[in-house]
């Protein structure tokens, strides 16, 4: 039996076809099957009643126009299927193709989002008129997936905007542009407010162009800013590559190099063989494992842990409508905003008048950068800081229903302003603490009600940084955990939960990583080398220089801190070969990391000025070398390992939480999908990812030692996945 249509014909007595996009078996239309046969047989329709047809209007009866490829097929595809995908794609082009030459005026009407398969849709249409609807957004967001736009959209975007164009504002990036943002950068071209106003201007498109067809079917044509061929554009393509390589830092991101090889190449051919170029590239892309990774964590574990996985069920949702923030440092100033500008009031407060004003001042310092960029308004920019209420008065609190302390970290005064306000907010307020190392559970012994105490772990700058990491101590509520979770998302952020650990999930496993940088230095091992081999595994930050931002004081105290409570415990302390070197910059050397103007860099007023020669002096030997695949595995494998031991204590109960946590949080790769991911992707699977571990160890030591947990999963042929979660 033929699947049902996903593609409705309706035809008006002027002639006028309106296609409407709406495939009955899901919630949005996607490029399945059921489409491409649907899209073949209009495609056979118009070209046999085309002398009926006086022009086409393409929209869709979702809330989304198009919701693009099918994640889901994309995930399961596998290497050998190469050839069928891309005979798949090439179809669905030509059929789109078909329809562009049919010479009838194509109207798209795009009355909700058009990303990637939506917006490649749309652009094989000779006029875009986009609605602004809540949530339309519009671009080619492929290479955030590991992807690039195979559905024509490389090939038309090259053609419509020119290669420079259309590689930095669509295409690299793949930036999403809300409707009149889209209409700047010529990806649409007009925007309307209502439906009826954009069935309107459809349909006076097709009365005024009865014969149209797309500029570059014009003889004559030529792309925008020249293609390769062209002096002046040759003489800048060299630039890009390098730019590229830039930007990636050398890392593994194959989307990248296929886009520009796809929009590059396309340039110098024909319509139909840069689609079939496109194809190739999109094929390489969708058959590999970094596309996988990234779609996994990108798409579903990001939707799995902003849809609640890790909130307990029972209570209500609630939503907080004015909160104290303790301590308007650099971490409550920009707490304070995240918190105003979702709309809740805020009291922010310090020690004094002054300090809680200038804690403000960061508020409106964000929101003048926005204003002169054209990102508010003057009116959203004053209600947005007449919600912040600074003050030194604890009196001011009142009526507060959750608290978020951020003042310097020393437990004695946590306990101390926590006591202070207790009792003039409201009487079941959440109480939450922005720590970075203090166990939630020795926090919550300061207060009264402990089961409503929890951590709330921003990351600096928090009006950027997109992860807040909730901390269950031993005696945190459900109640409070479904508070801090819903207070997360309402404030636009992305929670995961995790148990109360040293460092909880973030800061300990990203310890590890800049510990094994400093190991290597420790080794005698070059330290530019170290840092590129950051760099080349895709790390934002390189390692040293990560290590002079949270200063070299932090690590000792830390060390401190957890050796104390080892030994407490009856345990032995193990020290790490990190220690040593970090010993002898604070102690012998003065040198405590970039705040204090000196650390593995120089700093020239304030500004990093390379790798202290120091370094090499001290600690560098000759001849101290280890393969660069060792060394950008021992970063990688140092977090997965630790991640691992998290999910085994508990610390970590869900799969999408750290893989998500690490790449959003503490900067893990993108590329591998997120720590867990990356043990999954390992070439040869868990079995090829505890090899390398051994081998590793046997190398460097036993902190590279296999968990159990890693040896069950491997022996057991399973992978790091969560259980589907509970209905
Ligand atoms: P900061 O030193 O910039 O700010 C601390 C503020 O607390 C100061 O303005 C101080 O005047 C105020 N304060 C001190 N005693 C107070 C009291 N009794 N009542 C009200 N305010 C008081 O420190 P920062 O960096 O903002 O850190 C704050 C907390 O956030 C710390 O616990 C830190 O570990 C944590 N954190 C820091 C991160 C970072 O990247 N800096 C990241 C995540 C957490």
Redesign the pocket.
Known sequence: MAAPSTIRWEQDDTGVVTLTLDDPNQSANTMNAAFAASLAATADRLEAERDGVRGVIVTSAKKTFFAGGDLNDLLAVRPEQARELFDRGMAIKRDLRRIETLGRPVVAAINGAALGGGLEIALACHHRIALDAKGSKIGLPEATLGLLPGGGGVVRTVRLLGITDALLNVLLQGQQYRPRAAREKGLVHEVVDTPEEMLAAARAFIDAHPESVQPWDVKGYRIPGGTPAHPKFAANLPAFPANLAKQLGGAPYPAQRNILAAAVEGAQVDFETAQAIESRYFTELATGQTAKNMIQAFFFDLQAVNSGRSRPRGPEPRKVEKVAV?????????IAYACARAGIEVVL????AE??E??KAYSAGLLDKALAKGRTTPEKRDALLARITPT?DPADLAGCDAVI??????TA??H??FQ?IQDVVAPDALLC??????PITTLAEGVERQADFIGL????PVDKMPLVEIIRGERTGDEAVARAFDLVRQINKTPIVVRDSRGFFT?RVIGQFINEGVAMVAEGIEPASVEQAAAQAGYPAKVLSLMDE?TLTLPRKIRREARQAVEAAGGTWEPHPADAVIDRMVEEFGRTGRSGGAGFYDYVDGRRAGLWPGLREHFTREGARIPFEDMKERMLFSEALDSIRCLQEGVLTSVADANIGSVLGIGFPGWTGGVLQYVNGYPGGLPGFVARARELQARYGDRFAPPELLLEKAEKGETFTDAPAAA
Do not use: C, P, Q, R
């Open positions: 303790l301590g308007a440092g650099m971490m409550g100033a920009g407060k310090d020690v004094s300090a809680a200038k804690g030194a302390e951020a003042v310097f970290e020393d005064l946590k101390k302003v202070e603490s922005n720590t970075s190392t203090i772990h921003f990351f600096s800061s949270l």
